[in-house]
Every structure is written in C-alpha cells, then in structure tokens.
C-alpha cells in the first residue's frame, strides 16, 4: 500500500538495486512545517474552480480507433462536488495518506498546509530515511485516486505548501486481475470491450499550487537510472496540473557521484488529457517524458496522451523538456531558459523538445532565452526528433548573448520558428501535423507570454496570500506572430522566414502610445501587431490609441467602409475595411502612388490572425497591399491587380489562429507601403489579435 513504510532491507532485483548503492538523502530541507491554517480553512477558488477550458484535458475519446478518434467535452471538477466530511486540511504525511484512504474515489478536496515528507511521523517530529529501494517506491508515494483536487496552501509569508521526499502518483497501471497489465488490457480489448471501460483508470484529477521537489533515489537500478519521479500521471486521464513549481529542492545532482533522481513530471502508460499550466519546473536533469516507451508500448499508447503545455518555464535542465511518443503535443506560450556554458543555476542544456516515435507536436509561441547558444545552433538544441510522425513551430522567439559571429547580442529577441522547421532543420520530423487543437485558447505572442510566466507561474502565484513575481524587460522580437494552425491556413512549420544570423535587426520601438495594443518594427520595416485594446471602435482610428511611429499627427488605422465595434480586445469586422500605416487618405486606383510607413516589397510576410469569433455570412477576409478600395486592380505599378495576398472565404475561419505567407516580388518599388484588412459586405469576424511580420 502506498505511503505506508516497510523499512525494509534493501535487497538486488532483476532491475538492479544493488545495496552497495544505497546511500541516504545528503541533506535535508529546511523544513517549514505548520500546525495552523492560515485562512482559517475558508475555501476559495483555489479550491473550488474547475479546471479552464483551454487544454486537451477537457475531452474524452468518444470512438474511433488510435487513426480515426473523435473526441467529446468534459468538464474536469477534480473534488469541487466534495461534500463537507470530504474536504481535509492535512499538516503531515500520514494525514494525507489518511485522507486518501477515507475518501477513496469519492469526489474530495485536500489541502496541504507546510510541508510533507513520508520520512516523517510522529506529527512531523521523527524523521527516518527511506531504507531500501522497496521503502521507497511503496512508502515514499501517495496514490491520488480519481475525482481529488489536490491544492497547497500559502503561509502568511507567501511561501507554497510544499511536498519533500515523497513521489505524486496519479493513476497506476494494474493488471486487473491478469498476469499483468500489458496481458489484462489486451485481453479486455480482444473480447471487444471498450478501451475507455477498462476498470483500472484513474480520472478527474486537479493539483495545484504546490512546491515539489524530487525525491532523492536511496537505492537506484544503476549509476545511470534512478526510479522515483517528483510526479507521475500514468493510466490517468482528465488531469489538470496547476501552478506547480518541480525542482531537485535541497538534494541537486551536483551532490551526487551518479544519477539519483528520475523524471520532474512523467505522463506515460496510456495517460490521455492532460494538462500542466502556468508551473515552473527547474534544477533539473531528464525533465518531462510523454509516453516512456516506442513500439512496445504501442498497446497502451497508440492514439492516447493528448497533452497540453501552456505557460512552462523551464529553467536550468538538462533535456526531455519533453521528450514525446505516440501523443498529440500542443504546447504553447513556454520560456525555456539555459545554457550551453557553465551553469550558475541547475544544469547544462544540452536539448530541449524532442519529437520521438509516433508523437506529432505542435510548438506555438515559445520563448527562448539562452547564454552560449548561437542563432546558427538552434536547429537540434531547442527542438528534434526525426522519427516523430509531425511537427509545426509558429511565433518562436529566441534571445541570447552572442550572435553568430560571436559578437556580443545587441537588441531584442528574433524569431527562430523558420529556423526550427522542417524547411530548414533537417532534425525534426519532415511532415507538417494533421490535426488541430479542438479547444479555444489565447496564444499571446512569445515576449508577452514570457512576461506573463515570469510574474505568474509555478507555486505561491495563485491563492490567499499569493505573491506575484517580476518579470526582465526585454524588448519585443522582431516577430511578434500568434500563429498557429488550422485547416484554412496555408502556413506551416516553415511560415515564417525571419532571419536567425543576426540580431542587429531585431530591435523594435513602441508604438506612440505604451499603453495601446500596437506594436511596430523600428525602421520602419515589416513587422506589425495588434491586440485591439481600444476602449470602443471610435477611439481604435485615433492618434490617442496608435500614432503612426514617425508622424504623431497621423492614426495608425483609417476606416474605409462597413462596420467595427472593439470590445473585450476584440475586433468585430462586419463588412469591414480599414488601412493600417497609410500615409494619405484618397482612394487608390490603378495609376496612384502608394504612400505608406512600411518598406515591405521585395520580401516575404506572414500575416495572422487569431479569431475569437468565427467567421460567418457569405463572402472573404482579404489583405490587399498598397489598395485601399474594394476593387482588386485599384493598385499601382507594383502590384498592379494581384494586390490582395490573402483572399479565402469567411466560413473557413474557425476559432483558433490562422496564417498565410506570400511573397512581394517588386523588389524595383521604393515607396513606403500600407495594407488592408477587409472583410467583404455579408461577412462577419471577431479578431482577438493580428500580426504581420516580413523579411
């Protein structure tokens, strides 16, 4: 039974573990036990949210095989229906593991006050370290069963509950009465039975806000392979991980002579929707597997682990960050942060997500900041994996302290995402992804999103008595694109052609006003943003919102026709057409010349858009270049009639982002440029943020 000791002798198995290599725990944590409850045990939304809708851990299989699943809605509660015996205030290990026990699968919620280690009894007043490898795995674990929620407490002072020495289960891969497990599930498949049925699944699960380091292996299979994880979800599904923070604690693998500690946060044995948000996980060496194994583990693992990752700072580790199989990976808005020097903080990166057998990810505005790592060297280092079935990156940024050259970085961060595709990176998997995330999220663009995980993410961010961190200050990259994919988009992995060979380019200024949605490239080049933060439609076409960066007297933005209204930063386009960065304001016609503050012909651009309300009525979303009329032809010399880049229809524009890429072939035209967006009479859209970047 788990969380129970044995104290047993450690003993050599087939796996190893041999007691020669026993060896305790070489220091332990300041310990920051409590016995009082500082919120007097009032419950808040820490406790009783469910989980957000904006992750994979929201669905469900609801038929079809590992190639042809579809999917269902679920709500993830964890405990939020507990009934009031259901809901426990734990001060120490054994009543934790009490609580457990009690509820059982039984909808509950616990909260975890101070700091718990199973290597304490007696209150938290005996410590006794863990004997055998045995011990360990049976007495150092807790088992969280189906329908918990599982939160830390802040103390008065801010500081996460926080959870030493002791490894978090969540499911567990049992046999159910067969000779084991691989054996019983086939078994319950072969005599036609659903997969989703199979009785040993562990469901339902919420933790958050908690400190967790990993546990230090007493008794390891070998020099190269400990066994104890910080936290494992393993046959689990409908799980939510929340502003959790995952180190090595007080035992670093700088105090280690071989490898004594396993995994930061495994999903693997069949798992499926999962999500792990806003959390920082560091000090670390192999971090994160998502499925644990190739072909033979295709029987638990085919057409499962559906995982999402938002808001991850991954910080001072070495690789796995994560290493996938078999699953659909979406990961989004992460800051993965290292060196390829000399560490002052944790480990030597040496790669980060590697796309393996089977697996097909989606990597969407990432941020990279790095020492030592050159522009020239990301291809490889911050993503590989050839034998992954699929792989698409948008909106990567990356910033570090030398340039290719080995000059000293100068400005801000550059986008990397061509660098990293396919296109271009001869390491990771050739063929673009085939599916889509179902779920609606906002993907901020990745020097935003950086700054969000800064302030917010892992433990004591969230709750009573939470703290809120500071974020650098970085200028914004030289992209700012919130792309991703969807079926109407025509980009993929190599959408974006930002140049990786030197950062001398990659500063931008603000906008005329700090406080507006809009961000424009210094230059004035081609790089633009909007996240339609005006107070109404009316003030979206002023100077008071955004001013042209060299003209204060001249709006960023002029209607043309149709309809807007900007509410709740979005952008309502009904028969909408207005001009952004247009120098005068006649219509243009065949013969006119263009004026506008954009030096973007003889270059390649990507425009997205991130739709918040899907596109209905009848009719196209269109960005015309250099034209300010309906009429294709009303362009001079250097597009003549071809000035629309993007014309598709409006009933192809789902929730979600969507990317196009064209190239401006006028390389001869001088003259500062300016573009439309427009959506035809009968059509209608809602725009959460839009971008373009050219190079």
Known sequence: MYGIRSYSAPVKDSNGHDPANYKV????????????????????????????????????????????????????????????????????????????????????????????????????GTFKEYTSYLDQKFGGSIMIPSNTTLVGINGTDGKPARITGTTILVGSELANGAIDAETGFKAWIAAGKDGEDYPTWTRNVIIRNLAIDTPWDVNPEDSGNAYADGVTISRAQNIWVDHVTITDGDTPDSLASDTRHDGALDIVRGSDYVTVSSSFIGDHGKVML??????????????????????????????????????????????????????????????GLDVRYQSSVFLENSFHYFTGLKPKEVCGKLSGGKDGLGFRVTGAQ???????????????????????????????????????????YTALDANSARVKIEEEAGAGRVG??????????????SSSSTSSSSSSATSSASSSTSSVGSSASSSVASSASSSTGVSVAAGVTGTWTESF??????????????????????????????TATVASDVLTMAGLRFTVGERGSTGTTATSTPGGIFTINGKTCTLTIDVGVAGSGTGNFQLAVDNNSTSNSNSSSPHG??????????GTLTVGTHSWTFALNTPTYSGGSFFQLRTESSATIGLNSASLSCN
């Not at 970085?409 to 179902?438: F, K, Q």
């Not at 009573?464 to 914004?476: E, L, V």
């Not at 009316?538 to 209607?559: E, I, N």
């Not at 009639?641 to 409006?650: G, K, M, W």
């Open 641 to 650: 009639s071809n000035s629309r880049v993007v014309d598709v229809a409006i």
């Open 533 to 562: 933060s005006a107070s109404n439609a009316s003030a979206f076409f002023t100077t008071a919102y955004a001013a042209q960066p060299d003209d204060a007297g001249k709006a960023m933005y002029r209607k043309t026709g149709g």
């Open 25 to 124: 725990a070489p220091k332990l944590p300041t310990w920051q036990f409590a016995t009082v409850d500082p919120t007097g045990g009032a419950l808040t939304s820490l406790e009783c949210d469910v989980a957000p809708d904006s992750g994979w851990h929201t669905y469900r299989r609801t038929s079809g095989t590992a190639a042809t699943i579809t999917h269902g809605k679920v709500v993830v509660t964890g405990g939020r229906n507990a009934a009031a015996n259901r809901i426990y205030t734990v001060f120490n290990g054994q009543q934790l593991i009490a609580a457990i026990n009690e509820a059982q699968n039984e909808p509950k919620i616990i909260r975890v006050v101070g700091h718990i280690d199973l290597r304490m009894s007696d209150n938290n």
């Open 464 to 477: 009573m008595f939470s703290t809120k961190g500071t974020a650098r200050s970085i200028a914004s990259g």
């Open 398 to 440: 990356f910033i570090s302290d030398k340039t290719d050259d080995g000059k000293a970085w100068t400005g801000g961060p550059i986008d990397v995402s061509a660098a990293l595709a396919a296109a271009a990176c001869a390491e990771v998997p050739a063929a673009d992804i085939a599916w889509t995330p179902p779920y609606a």
């Open 290 to 351: 998502v499925g644990n194994g190739d072909s033979g583990r295709a029987w638990s693992d085919a057409g499962r682990l559906h995982v999402t990752l938002n808001q991850i700072w991954w910080k001072g580790l070495t690789s796995r960050l994560p290493l996938v199989r078999f699953g659909q990976l979406h990961t989004f808005n992460t800051l993965m942060e290292g060196t390829t020097g000399t560490a002052t903080y944790g480990h030597k990166f040496e790669g």
